[in-house]
């Protein structure tokens, strides 16, 4: 079973930029998908980005769209996570995924996670 780690998060301003790296060890790694979720206290873990292992083609909450950019490195079986212009909203634990079913939006389709990684942004 491949483990999928983190990495990236931390405390930043209204406005401000994070990079947030997943990556993938273990066996031969070939999902379907990846994506990033993100979970505020109290809240759902809810779909941010999924991109595509094969084609890279990629899908976007729409309250990241425009500010985020999902990506991946097929070579080095890890997937990124840009995020810009960054809002006291976007706060949140964030996970990366894997899956051998989609890259979309519902969390049932991934079988894989990450621990998770901190973002705050201060307003």
């Known amino acids: 079973q491949e483990q999928l780690v983190e990495s990236g998060g931390g405390l930043v301003q209204a406005g401000g930029s994070l990079r947030l790296s997943c990556a993938v060890s273990g066996r031969t790694f070939s999902p379907v998908g990846m994506g990033w979720f993100r979970q505020a206290p109290g809240k759902t873990r809810d779909f941010v980005a999924g991109i595509s292992w094969t084609d890279g083609n990629t899908r976007y909450a729409d309250s990241v769209k425009g500010r985020f950019a999902i990506s991946r490195d097929n070579a080095g079986n890890t997937v990124y996570l840009q995020m810009n212009n960054l809002e006291p909203e976007d706060t949140a634990v964030y996970y990366c995924?894997?899956?051998?079913?989609?890259?979309?939006?519902?969390?049932?389709?991934?079988?894989?996670w990450g621990q998770g990684t901190q973002v705050t942004i201060s307003s």
């Open positions: 995924a894997a899956s051998d079913l989609t890259y979309g939006p519902s969390k049932f389709g991934y079988d894989r």
